[in-house]
């Protein structure tokens, strides 16, 4: 069965640096894979989609690239605020199955 | 974006009682409304996925009979916790996808947090 994996379960970083997180999946080969942020206590909340044939996807200071010859999809925050602190998750195509998902925070 | 609502947003219940969950979708119709858990520090956890007019797909290990699943209408779905019991104590959520398809992004409710005493 596919199975996706976000390697860190936590991430520590100070304002103002490159965040970036990691989603690598397997026995798949998704048409699309989605990223989502979940503050504590709430419900997640969509951020990027991006599709097999996109390299790269940027929205504000959020970039996502996707490599489906390494099965790996990459997010980064760049110039990162301590308000990006959150858990953020991956998920393959529609489906409704999310990674561990990867716990940031951001110092000031 | 399109809105989800879940409620209770929180609920205290004594061990043994049932309690429902709602969740609608306030602006589209959803025929496929999907639940998950998740425990303090876990991630969201799929249980089953509701489907309108017919009767809710279960994830493997998630108990049927504990957790009723009810999709009424294309705006509402309901989850019932039933017998409650002190280790059902977690976080609900729902989350909706607009339209038939089964592409792009899921809108999620706000969650609700159930507190078996």
């Known amino acids: 069965s596919q199975k996706i994996e976000q390697n860190s379960e936590a991430l520590n970083i100070q304002e103002g640096k490159t965040a970036t997180l990691t989603c690598n999946y397997t026995n798949y080969s998704p048409a699309y894979l989605q990223w989502y942020r979940q503050d504590p206590g709430r419900g997640p909340v969509f951020l990027l989609l991006?599709?097999?044939?996109?390299k790269e996807k940027r929205k504000e200071r959020l970039k996502v690239t996707f490599d489906t010859t390494l099965k790996q999809s990459l997010f980064h925050i760049t110039a990162s605020q301590p308000a990006d602190s959150a858990t953020y998750l991956c998920a393959l195509e529609g489906d409704m199955r999310f990674g561990a998902g990867t716990r940031l925070t951001v110092k000031p | 974006g399109a809105v989800v609502s879940q409620h209770p947003s929180r609920v205290i219940c004594k061990s043994g009682t049932s309690v429902k969950i709602e969740c609608r979708s306030l602006d589209f119709q959803a025929t496929t409304m999907f639940w998950y858990r998740q425990f303090p520090k876990q991630s969201l956890m799929l249980m089953a996925t509701s489907n309108e007019g017919s009767k809710a797909t279960y994830e493997q290990g998630v108990e049927k009979d504990k957790f009723l699943i009810n999709h009424a209408s294309l705006t509402l779905s309901t989850l019932t916790v039933t017998s409650a019991h002190p280790e059902d104590s977690s976080f609900y959520i729902c989350?909706?996808?607009?339209?038939?398809?089964?592409?792009?992004?899921?809108?999620f409710g706000e969650g609700s947090r159930l507190t078996v005493l």
């Open positions: 991006i599709r097999e044939n996109e």
């Open positions: 989350s909706a996808r607009p339209g038939q398809g089964g592409t792009g992004e899921l809108f």
